[in-house]
């Protein structure tokens, strides 16, 4: 089993609502992403924390509000989504940025779904 | 622009035999280059990665290959199996000078299916 944990594994969301998706590491690592990934195509960057601080902002809409309360969580704040925002949504950490002795490790995702 | 090209988009190989994965890209400073592993409802797993100055990494029925000149690098999974049918995807990085990349670029990926 994957050492990055995110609940829920699947959540249906109308368009009007609000949802968070959380996920967490206990391998003490400091960098920590997420990812989005439609059917059939590889996984896109949306967000990267590193110690706690947000680094990278791929353009993101702002329908997606990202929070790392701590070193060990990260959310992914949700509120008016499209249909198209359908999803499964990965959540990803590393010990410190990517590198040979220190890979990125996905947890198994959120399988969103916006009526 | 898609800056990493993953070919072909599927594959059938028979046990036993040999799958070939390719993957070519256009960024000539990408200086890290890992293969991910995603079966269905699993997020993606590290494979095994190769850095540009090596052109060759192995790691059991897994190798690399690494043609820099060609910026070209390929998976082979050597004695298939039924277990290796999943999703592949070879992606690329910037290593910064400090050490370490942030995201990855990732090819579009290929479904392999092995038959038995």
Redesign the interface.
């Known amino acids: 089993d994957?050492e990055?944990t995110q609940t829920p594994k699947h959540l249906v969301m109308g368009m009007t609502n609000k949802k968070s998706l959380k996920c967490e590491q206990h391998m003490g690592h400091r960098a920590m992403?997420w990812y989005k990934q439609k059917a059939?195509?590889?996984?896109?960057?949306m967000f990267?924390y590193s110690y706690e601080k947000l680094?990278?902002n791929?353009s993101v809409p702002s329908r997606f509000s990202p929070e790392c309360p701590n070193s060990s969580l990260l959310n992914l704040h949700l509120h008016a989504l499209q249909p198209e925002d359908s999803a499964l949504y990965?959540c990803?950490s590393s010990q410190?940025?990517?590198?040979?002795n220190?890979?990125?490790?996905?947890?198994?995702?959120t399988r969103l779904t916006v009526t | 622009q898609q800056q990493v090209k993953q070919s072909p988009q599927s594959l059938i190989v028979q046990k036993g035999g040999i799958s070939i994965i390719n993957c070519a890209y256009e960024n000539t400073a990408f200086d890290y280059f890992p293969w991910y592993q995603q079966f269905p409802g699993k997020g993606p797993a590290l494979l095994i990665a190769i850095r540009p100055d090596v052109s060759e990494k192995k790691e059991g029925r897994f190798t690399i290959s690494f043609n820099k000149s060609a910026k070209q690098f390929s998976l082979h999974i050597m004695d298939s199996q039924p277990g290796d049918s999943a999703t592949y995807f070879c992606a690329a990085a910037v290593m910064y000078s400090g050490g370490g990349a942030d995201g990855l670029t990732f090819g579009k990926g290929t479904h392999l299916i092995i038959q038995p």
């Open positions: 994957t990055v992403y059939k195509k590889p996984p896109e960057l990267v680094s990278i791929e990965l990803a410190g940025r990517q590198t040979y220190s890979p990125l490790h996905f947890g198994n995702g």
